[in-house]
């Protein structure tokens, strides 16, 4: 890893991490209203895969403020879309589980626990017929590894030999039940290897992340077909911000925070010395300033107008006629 | 023209037309439809454009969803609209939510074509009418087509339009030989005024259209009166000024509809008609539905369980005396 | 300066949380990301952390009380900005959470409210006429109408004068007996005059209705009846033939005792045996040429006008066919003698006119318009359609029917 690329990581991470630290204490407060799904724990996952698949169409579920950060979206609007403003990347109508940006690729905070995959997988079958091999990443939880949607769709990837990764991470909790209760093992890649090359990967480790992703990405580029990838990892909260978590153990809270991707990217760094300690100080400093301006942005601006309503249910020639 | 055949040559000429255009679904492609619909697509676009999908219907939409965001115009094919359910997800979750909750960002072109109703003794499963579920869905188009001309017209402008339309057709009217005439800039959103009539105006789409057509002359004839028909085509818009134009002159309504009558598509029209036009009714609003039990197999059951033209013409009967046409 | 914290929000659903148990006490130092409490919400017991590093100034709360979502319950003292502008601050950074919070409950309600589609004129319209207070069993359209009217529906279903429940049909009615003499309503039906075009404040007679007839200049419509429709339609069809004209006198000396008609008639009869293409008719490529003589013979009855036929007059006597004339005039007619002719004849003598020109009938080829007889002589008018008979046909055929009358009248 060379230095420029970790101090991306890092920055991206820390970026990410403040980003949910504000996000939380904003509802907490009231200016975050609805389902708010945290990200803590699991940034490797999210800055790993954006910062090697970097080209390419993204379709992702409802965890997704850090991997929107990573693709290049602006946290203040995201923090805006969380606050319900209209200057948000939805214009205050998805909230925080429906970021969406074409000009990224950026499609959405799918909030179906599986429904993005068999979309994600018809993109990828257009992509491929017109001959754009850069492909498509899709990214799930353990959770959606049971449903329907997830199996038809590893198996017509397959079938059609398809541009597409599946990145699986696996933090073992679907809201409060364990992946081992309800799937007969723990071991997800499991599910895909019959169909497509599968790998399991340390999630807390942003360079490996990064580096398994890279690989994936050559193997569709070329042509051969669908990936599927399983990221072990672990979010430090609750599911949504109802939820405290209790089903877990304090040993395995305190295994998984031992591995944290931000500091232990930082240890390594420093211990290598390929990045100055200076650097990290900064970067905190800038990544605190980020973030707060992203939240006065979102708290300074306005609501949608009543008119907004009515706006964006159908296009503008249909919208002439409806309802 | 048969039926199949106006919707065939607006596939044709749509795909010719612009190369985003694709078809998906089971059995469309080597098979060529199972109502054959897609009948020689597939040896004139090729496997690519016509693309022959597992038995999976939630996917058929999902991935024909992806398609749309990645620029196609997919036409999904579901087999009926009773296995639609599996894609109920992918419809309404996605397909007509995306637009809407990105704040307008996202576009799915899509049409989703599928044939319902009531056909010959195919029983519970295979014989659903939905259209009630699809039109309560703000983000999605509903267009029910019950002729030839209608048919080519509406689905060449639901495959160009930028929304997801849920395009109905009817298993009994694929063979059926039809008029067809092309008509330029054509109205898909629009009700036909099928008969003109001073006395009663009877409101009906899809294959209903036809049973009201038979029943009407008898009506005519034996109530002394004259009937206004109206073919609904589009019912997610709704054509309401159509519908009350003919209201404000006829004062009486009667819908006919093949749908269960609890909840069904005609509750709402009707619903409408009450807040909007009721200082116009002279008599409450009739609806002929199809009765509230899952379609029977045996053929007696199964026409005791939809309108008939002998039913529609004993219930506006029944419906004159009582409220003294 | 001071920064608040405050029972959180932790659900979507969550209106007020329960402190259950403090884990700092005042003056503790925190550090960002710290437990400092735990709260129960509606879901579960969770911990409240400080997203600030400070002192604990204040505990607000007490175990075991109950607060709103978003009240303060601890104050934690923050170094840095505590000694920079220690008035300017704490003012505006304590209110902010008061001034934000949007009310989620109520949001919906306004938007509905706003959106929610104008009252449809016709309803608005309606609302400011007193129609909730006609009571009685009737119809939306006809307790519209009755309100319009002043009827009051109720009280003529009491007297038993309107149908339960009254429709638009039987309210009208009523309206029309309000306000019109039965007479005038006669007039009104047969004008065709909407009732509505008079204002309905006073009983109106049929003088009122015939002088507004006058001063519109209302046309009374006369329908027309189903002989006339047939009559219209033929002399169309007729007038899109191509005819011409041959006028001629003729001497004639009318028998005793037999009609002019029937003279006419037999006399015609017999000539046209001469004469094929009298008998004939136009079909397609062919002349249909019938072996009989049989005429057709305009018969006016009140309004109406027919043309019967005399079949085979060759071969019946003049008295039979004096006869046959005699009878027409008090009986109807079956669809068989309506038709089958291939020459016509029309006698307007009767009325005194000296001479005018007929419209051909149907398929006939051609018709003789005979006018008053005077001192034996008659003028006569032949339609012919030149597709059947050319001029010299013609002239043949009306020589020889000249001749034949001559004859006649020298005998």
């Given at each position: 890893?060379?230095?420029?690329r970790?101090?991306?990581?890092?920055?991206?991470?820390?970026?990410?991490r403040?980003?949910?630290?504000?996000?939380?204490?904003?509802?907490?407060?009231?200016?975050?209203?609805?389902f708010?799904?945290?990200?803590?724990?699991?940034?490797?996952?999210?800055?790993?895969?954006?910062q090697?698949?970097?080209?390419?169409?993204?379709?992702?579920?409802?965890?997704?403020?850090?991997?929107?950060?990573?693709?290049?979206?602006?946290?203040?609007?995201?923090?805006?879309?969380?606050?319900?403003?209209?200057?948000g990347?939805s214009?205050?109508?998805?909230?925080?589980?429906h970021?969406?940006?074409?000009?990224?690729?950026?499609?959405?905070?799918?909030?179906?626990?599986?429904?993005?995959?068999p979309?994600?997988?018809?993109?990828?079958?257009?992509r491929?017929?017109?001959?754009?091999?850069?492909?498509?990443?899709?990214?799930?939880?353990?959770?959606?590894?049971?449903?329907?949607?997830?199996?038809?769709s590893?198996?017509i990837a397959?079938?059609?030999?398809?541009?597409?990764?599946?990145?699986?991470?696996?933090?073992?909790?679907?809201?409060?039940?364990?992946?081992?209760?309800?799937?007969?093992f723990?071991?997800?890649?499991?599910?895909?290897r019959?169909?497509m090359?599968?790998?399991?990967?340390?999630?807390m480790?942003?360079?490996?992340?990064?580096?398994?992703?890279?690989?994936?990405?050559?193997?569709?580029?070329?042509?051969?077909?669908?990936y599927f990838?399983?990221?072990?990892?672990?979010?430090?909260?609750?599911?949504s911000?109802?939820?405290n978590?209790?089903y877990?153990?304090?040993?395995?809270?305190?295994?998984?925070?031992?591995?944290?991707?931000?500091?232990?990217?930082?240890?390594?760094?420093?211990?290598?010395?390929?990045?100055?300690?200076?650097?990290?100080?900064?970067?905190?400093k800038?990544?605190?300033?980020?973030?707060?301006?992203?939240?006065?942005?979102?708290?300074?601006?306005?609501?949608?107008?009543?008119?907004?309503?009515?706006?964006?249910?159908?296009c503008?020639?249909?919208t002439?006629?409806?309802? | 023209?048969?039926?199949r055949?106006?919707?065939?040559?607006?596939?044709?000429?749509?795909?010719?037309?612009?190369?985003s255009?694709?078809i998906?679904g089971?059995?469309v492609?080597?098979?060529?439809?199972?109502y054959?619909?897609s009948e020689?697509?597939?040896a004139?676009?090729?496997?690519?454009r016509?693309?022959?999908t597992?038995?999976?219907?939630?996917?058929?939409?999902?991935?024909?969803?992806g398609?749309?965001?990645?620029?196609?115009?997919?036409?999904?094919?579901?087999?009926?609209?009773?296995?639609?359910?599996?894609?109920?997800?992918?419809?309404?979750?996605?397909?007509?939510?995306?637009?809407?909750?990105?704040?307008?960002?996202?576009?799915?072109?899509?049409?989703?074509?599928?044939?319902?109703?009531v056909?010959?003794?195919?029983?519970?499963?295979?014989?659903e009418?939905?259209?009630t579920m699809?039109?309560?869905?703000?983000?999605?188009?509903?267009?029910?087509?019950?002729?030839?001309?209608?048919?080519?017209?509406?689905?060449?402008?639901?495959?160009f339009l930028?929304?997801?339309?849920?395009?109905?057709?009817?298993?009994?009217?694929?063979?059926?030989?039809?008029?067809?005439?092309?008509?330029?800039?054509?109205?898909?959103?629009?009700?036909?005024?099928v008969?003109?009539?001073?006395?009663?105006?009877?409101?009906?789409y899809?294959?209903?259209r036809?049973?009201?057509?038979?029943?009407?002359?008898?009506?005519?004839k034996?109530?002394?009166?004259?009937?206004?028909v109206?073919?609904?085509?589009s019912?997610r818009?709704?054509?309401?000024?159509?519908?009350?134009?003919?209201?404000?002159?006829t004062?009486?309504?009667?819908?006919?509809?093949?749908?269960?009558?609890?909840?069904?598509y005609?509750a709402?029209?009707?619903?409408?008609?009450?807040?909007?036009?009721?200082?116009?009714?002279?008599?409450?609003?009739?609806?002929?539905?199809?009765?509230?039990?899952?379609?029977?197999?045996?053929?007696?059951?199964?026409?005791?369980?939809?309108p008939?033209?002998?039913?529609?013409?004993?219930?506006?009967?029944?419906?004159?005396?009582?409220?003294?046409? | 300066?001071?920064?608040?914290?405050?029972m959180?929000?932790?659900?979507d659903?969550?209106?007020?949380?329960?402190?259950i148990?403090?884990?700092?006490?005042?003056?503790?130092?925190?550090?960002?990301?710290?437990?400092?409490?735990?709260?129960?919400?509606?879901?579960?017991?969770?911990?409240?952390?400080?997203?600030?590093?400070?002192v604990?100034k204040?505990?607000?709360?007490?175990?075991?009380?109950?607060?709103?979502?978003?009240?303060?319950?601890?104050?934690i003292?923050?170094?840095?900005?505590?000694?920079?502008?220690?008035?300017?601050?704490?003012?505006?950074?304590?209110?902010?959470?008061?001034?934000?919070p949007?009310?989620?409950?109520?949001?919906?309600?306004?938007?509905?409210?706003?959106?929610?589609?104008?009252?449809?004129?016709?309803?608005?319209?309606?609302?400011?006429?007193?129609i909730?207070?006609i009571?009685?069993?009737?119809?939306?359209?006809?307790?519209?109408?009755?309100?319009?009217?002043?009827?009051?529906i109720?009280?003529?279903?009491?007297?038993?004068?309107?149908?339960?429940p009254?429709?638009?049909?039987?309210?009208?009615?009523?309206?029309?007996?309000?306000?019109?003499?039965?007479?005038?309503?006669?007039?009104?039906?047969?004008?065709?005059?909407?009732?509505?075009?008079?204002?309905?404040?006073h009983?109106?007679?049929e003088e009122?209705?015939?002088?507004?007839?006058?001063?519109?200049?209302?046309?009374?419509?006369?329908?027309?009846?189903?002989?006339?429709?047939?009559?219209?339609?033929?002399?169309?069809?007729?007038?899109?033939?191509?005819?011409?004209?041959?006028?001629?006198?003729?001497?004639?000396?009318?028998?005793?005792n037999i009609?002019?008609?029937?003279?006419?008639i037999?006399?015609?009869?017999?000539?046209?045996?001469?004469?094929?293409?009298?008998?004939?008719?136009?079909?397609g490529?062919?002349?249909?040429?019938?072996?009989?003589?049989n005429?057709?013979?305009?018969?006016?009855?009140g309004?109406?006008?027919?043309?019967?036929v005399?079949?085979?007059?060759?071969?019946?006597s003049?008295?039979?066919?004096?006869?046959?004339?005699?009878?027409?005039?008090?009986?109807?007619?079956?669809?068989e003698?309506?038709?089958?002719?291939?020459f016509?004849?029309?006698?307007?003598?009767?009325?005194?006119?000296?001479?005018?020109?007929?419209?051909?009938?149907?398929?006939?080829?051609?018709?003789?318009?005979?006018?008053k007889l005077?001192?034996?002589?008659?003028?006569?008018?032949?339609?012919?359609?030149?597709?059947?008979?050319?001029?010299?046909?013609?002239?043949?055929?009306?020589?020889?029917?000249k001749?034949?009358?001559?004859?006649q009248?020298?005998?």
């Amino acid at each position: 890893m060379n230095s420029a690329r970790v101090k991306t990581f890092y920055y991206l991470m820390k970026l990410g991490r403040e980003f949910e630290l504000a996000a939380k204490e904003q509802y907490m407060q009231g200016n975050i209203a609805g389902f708010l799904h945290l990200d803590i724990g699991q940034e490797a996952c999210s800055v790993g895969t954006m910062q090697a698949f970097d080209k390419g169409d993204v379709f992702t579920h409802y965890r997704e403020h850090v991997l929107a950060i990573a693709r290049g979206m602006d946290p203040k609007l995201i923090m805006a879309e969380l606050f319900g403003k209209v200057t948000g990347v939805s214009k205050g109508k998805g909230g925080s589980m429906h970021l969406f940006e074409p000009k990224l690729d950026f499609y959405g905070g799918d909030a179906i626990v599986a429904g993005h995959l068999p979309i994600a997988t018809g993109c990828a079958y257009a992509r491929k017929i017109e001959g754009e091999m850069a492909g498509v990443f899709a990214i799930f939880g353990d959770g959606a590894t049971n449903a329907g949607a997830f199996f038809e769709s590893l198996n017509i990837a397959a079938a059609w030999k398809l541009p597409i990764i599946f990145f699986c991470e696996n933090n073992y909790y679907a809201i409060g039940t364990r992946i081992g209760w309800v799937s007969p093992f723990e071991e997800l890649y499991h599910k895909a290897r019959h169909y497509m090359p599968s790998k399991r990967i340390d999630g807390m480790d942003v360079c490996e992340v990064y580096q398994v992703v890279m690989e994936a990405k050559e193997h569709i580029e070329e042509g051969l077909g669908p990936y599927f990838i399983e990221a072990e990892t672990y979010r430090y909260e609750g599911h949504s911000m109802s939820d405290n978590g209790k089903y877990r153990s304090e040993e395995e809270m305190k295994i998984f925070k031992s591995r944290d991707p931000i500091e232990n990217l930082k240890k390594e760094a420093l211990k290598l010395g390929i990045v100055e300690p200076e650097y990290f100080e900064e970067t905190d400093k800038k990544v605190a300033k980020e973030i707060e301006e992203a939240v006065e942005f979102a708290a300074n601006s306005p609501e949608p107008d009543l008119s907004e309503l009515y706006e964006n249910v159908y296009c503008k020639e249909c919208t002439n006629v409806v309802p | 023209m048969l039926y199949r055949e106006a919707l065939n040559k607006a596939i044709d000429e749509s795909m010719a037309a612009d190369k985003s255009v694709v078809i998906l679904g089971e059995d469309v492609g080597r098979y060529g439809g199972s109502y054959r619909v897609s009948e020689g697509l597939f040896a004139k676009y090729g496997p690519k454009r016509v693309i022959d999908t597992p038995i999976a219907e939630l996917s058929i939409v999902g991935n024909a969803i992806g398609m749309a965001i990645a620029g196609l115009r997919p036409i999904a094919e579901i087999m009926t609209v009773n296995f639609s359910l599996l894609a109920m997800d992918q419809i309404v979750n996605h397909a007509a939510k995306f637009r809407y909750m990105s704040g307008g960002k996202m576009t799915i072109p899509l049409t989703i074509r599928m044939p319902g109703g009531v056909s010959r003794q195919l029983a519970a499963q295979h014989s659903e009418s939905y259209e009630t579920m699809y039109s309560a869905v703000p983000g999605l188009i509903v267009l029910a087509a019950s002729n030839a001309t209608y048919a080519y017209h509406a689905l060449k402008a639901a495959i160009f339009l930028n929304d997801p339309v849920i395009f109905l057709e009817h298993e009994l009217l694929y063979p059926m030989e039809m008029e067809f005439k092309e008509i330029e800039n054509f109205d898909p959103f629009k009700a036909e005024v099928v008969k003109e009539g001073e006395d009663l105006t009877i409101l009906t789409y899809l294959k209903m259209r036809y049973d009201v057509l038979q029943a009407v002359p008898v009506i005519e004839k034996e109530l002394g009166i004259s009937v206004e028909v109206i073919d609904l085509n589009s019912l997610r818009p709704l054509d309401m000024k159509t519908i009350s134009d003919s209201i404000k002159k006829t004062k009486r309504v009667v819908l006919v509809e093949e749908d269960h009558k609890t909840g069904g598509y005609g509750a709402e029209v009707i619903a409408r008609i009450s807040e909007q036009l009721f200082y116009e009714l002279d008599a409450p609003p009739l609806r002929i539905a199809g009765e509230d039990v899952p379609i029977p197999y045996n053929r007696k059951l199964e026409l005791a369980s939809i309108p008939t033209p002998d039913k529609i013409v004993a219930q506006i009967r029944e419906w004159s005396q009582a409220n003294g046409l | 300066m001071d920064y608040k914290i405050v029972m959180p929000v932790l659900s979507d659903t969550m209106d007020k949380g329960k402190l259950i148990k403090w884990r700092v006490k005042e003056g503790d130092i925190v550090h960002k990301g710290d437990v400092i409490a735990e709260v129960e919400s509606d879901k579960a017991i969770m911990e409240v952390q400080t997203f600030k590093d400070g002192v604990v100034k204040k505990l607000l709360v007490k175990e075991g009380e109950e607060v709103p979502v978003k009240t303060p319950i601890a104050i934690i003292e923050t170094e840095v900005e505590a000694k920079e502008e220690p008035k300017k601050e704490p003012k505006s950074q304590p209110k902010k959470p008061k001034e934000k919070p949007p009310q989620p409950t109520q949001k919906p309600k306004e938007e509905t409210k706003e959106a929610a589609p104008a009252v449809p004129p016709i309803i608005q319209e309606l609302l400011t006429t007193p129609i909730t207070s006609i009571g009685g069993k009737a119809s939306p359209a006809a307790k519209k109408k009755a309100a319009e009217a002043g009827i009051d529906i109720e009280a003529l279903q009491t007297e038993g004068l309107l149908p339960k429940p009254a429709h638009l049909k039987d309210v009208e009615q009523e309206i029309l007996k309000r306000y019109f003499t039965p007479k005038a309503l006669q007039l009104l039906k047969d004008y065709r005059i909407d009732p509505y075009s008079f204002e309905l404040t006073h009983k109106i007679d049929e003088e009122e209705v015939q002088a507004y007839i006058l001063e519109h200049d209302i046309p009374q419509p006369f329908p027309l009846s189903s002989n006339r429709k047939a009559v219209i339609a033929n002399v169309q069809n007729s007038a899109k033939k191509p005819v011409y004209f041959v006028y001629e006198t003729f001497d004639i000396r009318p028998y005793e005792n037999i009609k002019l008609t029937s003279l006419l008639i037999k006399t015609i009869a017999d000539v046209m045996q001469r004469h094929p293409l009298t008998r004939a008719k136009l079909q397609g490529d062919n002349y249909l040429i019938y072996p009989n003589s049989n005429i057709s013979v305009a018969v006016a009855k009140g309004d109406d006008l027919y043309m019967v036929v005399c079949k085979k007059a060759q071969a019946k006597s003049l008295e039979q066919i004096d006869e046959w004339v005699g009878g027409l005039k008090n009986r109807t007619y079956t669809p068989e003698e309506l038709s089958g002719s291939t020459f016509g004849i029309s006698n307007l003598g009767m009325f005194g006119i000296t001479r005018f020109s007929a419209m051909i009938n149907k398929q006939d080829c051609g018709i003789a318009a005979f006018g008053k007889l005077e001192q034996n002589r008659i003028k006569v008018t032949f339609t012919f359609d030149h597709r059947i008979l050319n001029g010299v046909d013609a002239a043949k055929f009306v020589t020889d029917l000249k001749n034949s009358f001559k004859e006649q009248s020298d005998v």
